[in-house]
Structure formats: C-alpha cells, structure tokens
C-alpha cells in the first residue's frame, strides 16, 4: 500500500491538500469523491512529502477506539443522546486527533447526516468496519450492541498487538545494548589499551591487529559509518515499501524459523476476528473480505483474502479457497465449513478467533523463551570476541616474559 499526496477542492470551495494510504491512484480519487471533494492533483508521496508520525498523542491505537465505544455505549444505555454523547467526548478524550474528529463527526450529524456516515468522512481516524457496524447498528436499531461488538475487536486487537510487540521488543533492547557495548569499547576501552600493545614491541595476534583497525577506522571516519547506517535503514525502508519488498518481506515473516508461526496464527486470529464482526453487522461476503483484506499486515496474506473474494464472487463458498492452499492453518477452512452449513459462519468465526488469540499468546511466549538464550549467546560472543582482543597480547607478554 503506497501514500499518496492530494489537493482538492471542497464543497464550500477551499482548497484542501492531505495524504492518503491506497493501493493506486484510482482509489485515492474514489476515497476523495466519496468525502464530497472534488479531486485537483494527486500524486505518489515522496521520502519529503509522507506524513511522519512519532506517536506522541498523534495516533489513533485500537485501545483509543475501544475506550470511545464503550463510552458511547454507557452513554446510550444511560439514555443520553448522540449528540450530547459525542460533545462530552470530545471535551473529555485525551487524544487531539481523535477529539477533533469527534468533534466533526458532531458537526456533521448536526447537518442531517447519520452517526455513520458522519464517521466515514474520518477515514483516517474510523476504520471502514467501524463504520459499518454503525451503520448496521443504525439501521437495525442497535446502536449499543454495534458498539459494543466494536470495543471487544479493538480491545482484542490492541491485545495482539501487545503480544506481538513484546515478542520483537527483548531482541531489539538487547540488540541496541550489544551495539552501544561494542561502540563504547571500541571508542573508549581498546584505545586506552593501544599504547600498551605498540610498546610491546611484539606482533599483535590478528584479532587484535582486526579490533584496533576498527576502532581506528570508527573514531577517524565515524562519519562514514553513520552515513552508511542511515543509507541502508533508508534504503531497507524504500524498498519495503515497494510491491517486491512487501512480497520478501512478507514470506519472510512467514517462512522464518521461530517467528514464522506467530505470523501464521496472528493472521488466521486477524482474519477470523474481522470477519466475524463484519458478517455479524450484515456485510455483503465479498465487501467483508475487501475490508478484511485491507487491515491484513501481511502482504501475502492481504492478496491472498483478495483472491478468495474473487473466488467468492464467482459463486463459491468461503471455505473452499481457505482449503485449497497451506496460506491460513486447515482449521480455519474446517471452521468456515462447518459454520456454512450450518448457517453459523459468525459464531464459528467468532470461535476461532478466541481460539487463535490463544495460540498467538502461546506462540508468543514459546518465542519469547527460544530469543532469549539466542540473544544472549549472540551478545556474549560480540563481547567475547572483544575481550580476546585485549586479553590475547597481555596472555602473549606473559608467556614471553616465563620463557625468559
């Protein structure tokens, strides 16, 4: 999914520039037309132009999501009206992003739009299948259940998302400690004890002759090392954003020892759990798996929900295109199946996300454990690899110093 910059023109006649995520330019102006904007220029981001968000209250998370329905549904339950239940929100929601779109969508109701379809013009901040659960909550006359369907698949991905994040964050702390450990000894520790190896007046062991050069060459032209450091965090970022850096990338994360079950079960948990709510809130199948397919991380498995509902559109059942191929776990076509005939297909979804949840938290930790040895040992030998360096001449001069 690429970002791309726009200027339109809107309905009171101001120019209105911004950035939107989509697979192609033909869906950027399908996503301006359908806020009521008239379509000016738009164009692929560049590296100057994309929107850089450092996560300090600018963000919308799932938890912020959640905390807003459930809101709304004590509101509603309490027997206050939406509109004076969103202007209290919007006064009292922490995050500026989302009070200001609170605030909007307020304003927008206030103009004769539905609670739906004043969400949808905050694409950025209200996920298509929020607003869809609204608009079904709207027109079934069950607001406070769609809501509360909402605040349970954003606590629960907020969940996942924790539990993944705290598998990739251990190795990443302690991979920054190794580096910081490595600069320090290099920059500090090995030029303290360089004088006392050219006194000796020996040859230095080569892992000694290999450490020193390094240190040289990092304290001389430390420039160079950064510049290069930053080329290819760059260049890794470029290329990820790309169509073929996605499909390496995700068939990375698939096939890689350890981690590639997590990616498995956190996509079939995904998948299962979008679903679930969608079909429970009257969804169409094939605009479901549109939806679902869009809030996939994976790009593999993104394609993969597409292809079904191409499938799908041409008149078979869900779980066929599930069993075909070893993309999701065979349960979930095995639970699909089951739900298709027997008209449960929500419920069973619904069971299998919990199931997967689950797995994801086992996996989770199974990871966790299998790291942590594994960084250890990795950091131990960097350590290590230094320390003989020091140690290596000293061991020498003793030896020489026996031997006379």
Same mark, same amino acid.
């Given at each position: /999914?690429?970002?791309?910059?726009?200027?339109?023109?809107?309905?009171?006649?101001?120019?209105?520039?911004?950035?939107?995520?989509?697979?192609?330019?033909?869906?950027?102006?399908?996503?301006?037309?359908?806020?009521?904007?008239?379509?000016?220029?738009?164009?692929?981001?560049?590296?100057?132009?994309?929107?850089?968000?450092?996560?300090?209250?600018?963000?919308?998370?799932?938890?912020?999501?959640?905390?807003?329905?459930? $809101?709304?549904?004590?509101?509603?339950?309490?027997?206050?009206?939406?509109?004076?239940?969103?202007?209290?929100?919007?006064? $009292?929601?922490?995050?500026?992003?989302?009070?200001?779109?609170?605030?909007?969508?307020?304003?927008?109701?206030?103009?004769?739009?539905?609670?739906?379809?004043?969400?949808?013009?905050?694409?950025?901040? &209200?996920?298509?299948?929020?607003?869809?659960?609204?608009?079904?909550?709207?027109?079934?006359?069950?607001?406070?259940?769609?809501?509360?369907?909402?605040?349970? +698949?954003?606590?629960?991905?907020?969940?996942?998302?924790?539990?993944?994040?705290?598998?990739?964050?251990?190795?990443?702390?302690?991979?920054?400690?190794?580096?910081?450990?490595?600069?320090?000894?290099?920059?500090?520790?090995?030029?303290? +004890?360089?004088?006392?190896?050219?006194?000796?007046?020996?040859?230095?062991?080569?892992?000694?002759?290999?450490?020193?050069?390094?240190?040289? &060459?990092?304290?001389?032209?430390?420039?160079?090392?950064?510049?290069?450091?930053?080329?290819?965090?760059?260049?890794?970022?470029?290329?990820?954003?790309?169509?073929?850096?996605?499909?390496? &990338?995700?068939?990375?994360?698939?096939?890689?020892?350890?981690?590639?079950?997590?990616?498995?079960?956190?996509?079939?948990?995904?998948?299962?759990? /979008?679903?679930?709510?969608?079909?429970?809130?009257?969804?169409?199948?094939?605009?479901?798996?549109?939806?679902?397919?869009?809030?996939?991380?994976?790009?593999?498995?993104?394609?993969?929900?597409?292809?079904?509902?191409?499938?799908? /559109?041409?008149?078979?059942?869900?779980?066929?295109?599930?069993?075909?191929?070893?993309? &999701?776990?065979?349960?979930?076509?095995?639970?699909?199946?089951?739900?298709?005939?027997?008209?449960?297909?929500?419920?069973?979804?619904?069971?299998?996300?919990?199931?997967?949840?689950?797995?994801?938290?086992?996996?989770?930790?199974?990871?966790?454990?299998?790291?942590?040895?594994?960084?250890?040992?990795?950091?131990?030998?960097?350590?290590?690899?230094?320390?003989?360096?020091?140690?290596?001449?000293?061991?020498?001069?003793?030896?020489?110093?026996?031997?006379?």
């Amino acid at each position: /999914m690429a970002e791309f910059i726009y200027r339109a023109i809107g309905q009171d006649g101001k120019e209105k520039k911004g950035n939107i995520k989509a697979e192609s330019v033909e869906e950027v102006y399908e996503i301006i037309r359908r806020d009521r904007l008239t379509p000016v220029e738009v164009k692929k981001a560049g590296l100057l132009d994309k929107d850089i968000n450092i996560g300090i209250g600018g963000g919308i998370k799932p938890r912020d999501l959640s905390v807003f329905c459930r $809101q709304i549904v004590s509101m509603l339950q309490a027997g206050v009206t939406i509109m004076d239940s969103l202007a209290m929100l919007e006064e $009292q929601t922490e995050n500026k992003k989302l009070a200001s779109a609170i605030g909007g969508a307020k304003a927008e109701i206030g103009k004769g739009e539905t609670l739906g379809s004043a969400l949808a013009k905050f694409p950025d901040v &209200f996920p298509d299948v929020m607003v869809e659960m609204v608009n079904a909550g709207e027109a079934s006359g069950k607001l406070d259940v769609a809501f509360t369907r909402m605040s349970t +698949y954003f606590e629960k991905s907020a969940k996942m998302r924790a539990i993944v994040k705290k598998a990739a964050t251990y190795p990443i702390m302690v991979a920054v400690v190794a580096i910081v450990v490595v600069i320090v000894m290099l920059v500090k520790v090995i030029p303290s +004890y360089q004088s006392m190896f050219e006194d000796m007046g020996t040859e230095l062991p080569k892992i000694t002759q290999a450490v020193v050069a390094m240190s040289d &060459f990092l304290i001389a032209r430390w420039y160079i090392v950064v510049a290069v450091i930053v080329a290819v965090v760059v260049g890794i970022k470029m290329y990820a954003s790309s169509q073929g850096g996605q499909i390496v &990338f995700a068939r990375l994360a698939r096939t890689m020892p350890i981690f590639g079950i997590l990616t498995i079960k956190n996509a079939a948990s995904s998948f299962a759990r /979008m679903m679930s709510t969608l079909i429970y809130s009257g969804l169409g199948m094939t605009d479901a798996l549109t939806i679902t397919a869009g809030t996939m991380t994976n790009y593999l498995y993104k394609k993969k929900v597409m292809d079904i509902k191409d499938e799908v /559109m041409k008149g078979v059942t869900l779980s066929e295109p599930l069993l075909s191929d070893d993309m &999701f776990p065979p349960m979930v076509g095995h639970m699909a199946k089951i739900g298709e005939e027997t008209g449960q297909l929500e419920e069973m979804l619904s069971r299998l996300a919990d199931y997967y949840d689950e797995e994801v938290e086992m996996a989770t930790q199974t990871v966790v454990a299998a790291v942590e040895p594994l960084v250890i040992l990795v950091l131990a030998g960097v350590v290590g690899v230094l320390i003989a360096a020091i140690m290596s001449p000293m061991f020498a001069m003793y030896q020489n110093m026996d031997n006379l």
